[in-house]
Nanobody, 123 residues
């Protein structure tokens, strides 16, 4: 499984960005996919996840109501729409996948990782 993340950048507070994670090497019908982020000096934390089979989603409390995770079957892609961005959202964002039905928030449960993409929100 290969995951390719894209879409990071620099945005002002209150702005929006859309991250994409393109998967290849498998069909993801039995996978869960998630976004994590890691700010300098901090541990990697769960942001949002989606179960491919039924589009069940889960969000960290810090992003609920602002971020939306979705999947695109045709493109084998998971997207993260980030609105109302705050400076504290600044981090490297990673997409992850695992062949599981459990929508875990723990990074150690995910077997496959994409490269990170930097998101910087200026105040």
């Amino acid at each position: 499984v290969q995951l390719q993340a894209s879409g990071g950048g620099v945005v002002q507070a209150g702005g929006s960005l859309r991250l994409s994670c393109a998967g290849s090497g498998r069909t993801f019908s039995r996978y869960v996919m998630a976004w994590f982020r890691q700010a300098p000096g901090k541990e990697r934390e769960f942001v949002a996840g989606i179960r491919w089979s039924d589009s069940t989603t889960n969000y960290a409390d810090s992003v609920k109501g602002r971020f939306t995770i979705s999947r695109d079957n045709a493109k084998n892609t998971v997207n993260l729409q980030m609105n109302s961005l705050k400076p504290e959202d600044t981090a490297v964002y990673y997409c992850a996948a695992d062949e599981s039905i459990l929508l875990s928030t723990k990074s150690r449960t995910y077997a496959y990782w994409g490269q990170g993409t930097q998101v910087t929100v200026s105040s």
